[in-house]
């Protein structure tokens, strides 16, 4: 199990859904945006219940490792849509709009470098 810092919440979630998250977070930070995730968490009550996080690059996010009497959480279509979301490069969660702007060669807004065959004269 993990205990998840954010904010001011203290979240008590299963190993993978707390890497999981972390990756989004990563991904997000990269690509200068942010999004939301949802994962099961573990009430006081052991109750698991869905919580939504709002990520970006300057949420700090501090996860430690913890041992619980409570079962992990599983949820598998949660944890699928959550790896999708990490997934870099285009998805179906729409990070083309994000990644759109941004190439192999530079930041947006800079002028790519021009290529020529032998004999060309470039553009």
């Known amino acids: 199990m993990k205990r998840i810092l954010i904010g001011a919440a203290d ?3 299963g190993d993978a859904f707390s890497d999981a998250l972390l990756d989004y977070a990563v991904l997000l930070g990269r690509a200068g945006a942010t999004g ?5 968490v573990v009430g006081p009550d052991g109750c698991v219940q869905p919580a939504r996080l709002l990520l970006g690059p300057g949420t700090p996010i501090v996860v430690l490792s913890t ?4 079962p992990e959480p599983v949820d598998a279509d949660a944890l699928g849509e959550l790896r999708e979301l990490a997934r870099p490069g285009p998805t179906t969660a729409g990070w083309t709009d994000v990644y759109d702007d941004y190439d192999v060669f530079g930041l947006p807004g800079e002028p790519l470098p021009t290529t020529t065959t032998a004999g060309d004269e470039p553009a």
């Not at 939301?36 to 099961?40: E, K, L, Q, R, S």
């Not at 041992?67 to 409570?70: A, G, I, V």
Request: glycine share 0%.
């Open 11 to 13: 979240l008590l979630t």
């Open 36 to 40: 939301v995730a949802t994962i099961p």
């Open 67 to 70: 041992d619980s009497e409570h």
